[in-house]
């Protein structure tokens, strides 16, 4: 799984609006608080306002603010937001990817993926990522041995 600069900045703007929810937070601030480009942060608030996941106020103390609770938003969601499939092989999301021959089962493997992608990423709420108390599952899956040796 690789995740872009784009996913891991929306995802860290929306941690940081999850801490402050429900108050609204400028792009300035947000972009400051994550030391991220202002005028990236605008362009991912502007894709997290789309999907319905941040809305924006104007004035004085104008800013975005997340649209639910950070309980009810999950990382997955945000990644999906900016970046689309959490999963794709060669473009086409696994169910679409057809093998013949020794290849034919590797659609299933794909699938398999993704499942597990999602196990972790749809699990997690802002405000889990957030606070660091994690599902036990995602806990357990990072005290597994080797799992922060890099292969």
């Given at each position: 799984?690789q995740v872009?600069?784009?996913?891991?900045?929306?995802?860290r703007?929306a941690?940081?609006?999850?801490t402050?929810?429900?108050?609204t937070?400028?792009?300035?601030a947000?972009?400051?608080a994550?030391?991220l480009?202002?005028?990236?942060?605008?362009?991912?608030l502007?894709?997290l306002?789309?999907?319905?996941l941040?809305?924006?106020a104007?004035?004085?103390?104008?800013?975005?603010?997340?649209?639910r609770e950070?309980?009810?938003i999950s990382?997955?969601?945000v990644?999906r937001?900016v970046d689309?499939?959490?999963s794709?092989?060669?473009g086409?999301?696994?169910?679409?990817?057809s093998?013949?021959?020794?290849a034919?089962?590797?659609?299933?493997?794909?699938?398999?993926?993704?499942?597990a992608v999602?196990?972790?990423?749809d699990e997690?709420?802002?405000?889990?990522a957030?606070?660091?108390e994690?599902?036990?599952?995602v806990a357990?899956l990072?005290?597994?041995e080797g799992?922060?040796v890099?292969r």
């Open positions: 799984m872009s600069a784009r996913g891991e900045y929306a995802v703007i941690v940081t609006l999850a402050d929810h429900p108050r937070i400028s792009a300035n947000l972009a400051s994550q030391r480009p202002r005028k990236f942060a605008e362009v991912i502007g894709d306002r789309r999907a319905g941040v809305e924006s104007r004035g004085v103390e104008g800013g975005y603010r997340l649209v950070p309980g009810r990382v997955g969601e990644l937001a689309g499939p959490l794709e092989v060669r086409r999301r696994p169910e679409e990817t093998y013949e021959g020794a034919v089962n590797l659609p299933r493997l794909w699938v398999a993926a993704r499942a999602r196990s972790v990423l997690v709420s802002l405000d889990q957030a606070s660091g994690f599902p036990v599952r357990e990072t005290a597994e799992a922060w890099p």
